[in-house]
């Protein structure tokens, strides 16, 4: 009988707390994880770890936890990453973004008129797709539209591309027409070979001269794809107005980026988790030192975010982090935001596009950035946990 009622609360009990246990545990230098519980528990029935950190001591390591019901049963094991207990420099700060593509990416195919008279469509034919980053024709390494139309004008009647889809190099070949209306040879392809824009700094940290900024990717409108780049730069930027968000149509900050101004720093890294790379200069950033928290530090509750919505000042508002999701990968949005700054919502509406980046600090450390906006309601956005952030700058 005892072993009997033991199976059914394990099966029971140890149910409810499985759907507690997050995908993955982060955990600070130094901290003891014997105890700490992830979900409510009564007395006697506390969720323990059991953890092999000796190769979890830097953040990029892996390790695993096993995480056991009552500090007995098991429940579940789950990867390990330990970040370390330090500072960094919180942003806020408006910047521009150059993104530099690796080849070009193919926007769209079209079709045109040919010296028959009839239409012709090279790259439909051939099964090129958007979403392909055009890298090389005829070996020729391709990194712009301009070199792409080049190599394509080359007189060949039949040449090869190599492409990228899916993470994975493949060959076309195709033969280009001439294009009775422009005079040249061509492909029938809309391409990309570059992106601009504005974001917010999120953090900088002072022992290895890194920086993070957005909390999410930058990726191309037309094929929702996350660039794949060769690199870029981040530089100064102004906020000069503001088009308010409402519901149904997110607001947006319109910004400057001075033509003649030099890079603050490069870009070496655009992931879901935003960009990142190393800054040449620190002298832009106003914030100060914080602590940086695991997310399990985060809680439902008050907080602020650190933001520019005007000129180059960064100005703090409150929000509120109305849930947390812990058990799956919600990329860039593991965090519901809400605005219960009056002052914000008045001058924007609440979280608007060029906000993403945004550092949100809770208890004194950082804990996140905010990355997206409920397009029904823009007092209300996602955020993502900041150790996600750090990871792309170890």
Not at 173 to 195: C, H, I
Not at 369 to 387: C, E, K, M, S, Y
Request: hydrophobic share 35%.
């Amino acid at each position: 009988m005892t072993l009997f009622l033991g199976l059914c609360f394990y099966t029971a009990y140890g149910g409810i707390i499985y759907s507690y246990i997050p995908s993955q545990i982060v955990s600070v230098e130094g901290e003891e994880l014997k105890n700490r519980m992830f979900a409510p528990c009564p007395v006697g029935s506390s969720v323990t770890v059991l953890s092999n950190t000796e190769n979890g001591r830097k953040f990029a390591s892996e390790s695993e936890c096993v995480i056991k019901l009552c500090g007995i049963l098991p429940l579940k094991t789950v990867p390990l990453k330990t970040m370390p207990a330090m500072s960094v420099v919180t942003g806020g700060n408006v910047i521009g973004i150059n993104l530099f593509t690796e080849g070009v990416l193919v926007i769209s195919t079209d079709s045109f008129g040919g010296s028959d008279g009839r239409q012709h469509s090279p790259a439909l034919n051939s099964g090129i797709k958007p979403g392909d980053v055009i890298v090389s024709v005829d070996d020729n390494p391709v990194t712009s539209s301009e070199e792409l139309r080049k190599l394509v004008n080359s007189g060949k009647k039949r040449i090869k591309l190599v492409i990228i889809r899916g993470g994975e190099k493949q060959e076309i070949f195709m033969q280009p027409e001439y294009d009775t209306l422009s005079g040249s040879n061509k492909l029938g392809l809309w391409v990309r070979d570059s992106a601009a824009g504005i974001g917010t700094l999120t953090f900088y940290r002072k022992d290895n001269n890194k920086y993070a900024a957005l909390g999410h990717g930058l990726s191309d409108a037309n094929t929702g794809d996350i660039y794949k780049i060769s690199g870029g730069e981040i530089t100064n930027a102004s906020v000069l107005s503001i088009e308010k968000g409402k519901r149904g149509a997110p607001g947006e900050l319109k910004g400057i980026l001075p033509a003649d101004t030099k890079p603050l720093g490069s870009i070496a890294v655009n992931s879901p988790n935003g960009i990142s790379g190393t800054l040449f200069q620190d002298d832009f950033i106003s914030g100060d030192m914080c602590r940086i928290a695991p997310r399990s530090e985060v809680k439902c509750g008050d907080a602020y975010i650190l933001s520019c919505i005007d000129g180059n000042s960064v100005e703090r508002f409150s929000i509120e982090i109305q849930r947390i999701v812990t058990t799956g990968d919600g990329a860039s949005k593991d965090m519901l935001l809400h605005v219960t700054d009056k002052n914000l919502i008045e001058r924007t509406g609440g979280i608007v596009q060029g906000m993403s980046g945004s550092p949100i600090i809770q208890n004194g450390k950082l804990v996140g950035a905010v990355t997206h906006v409920l397009i029904n309601d823009p007092t209300r956005g996602f955020g993502i946990f900041i150790d996600k952030m750090f990871d792309e700058t170890d």
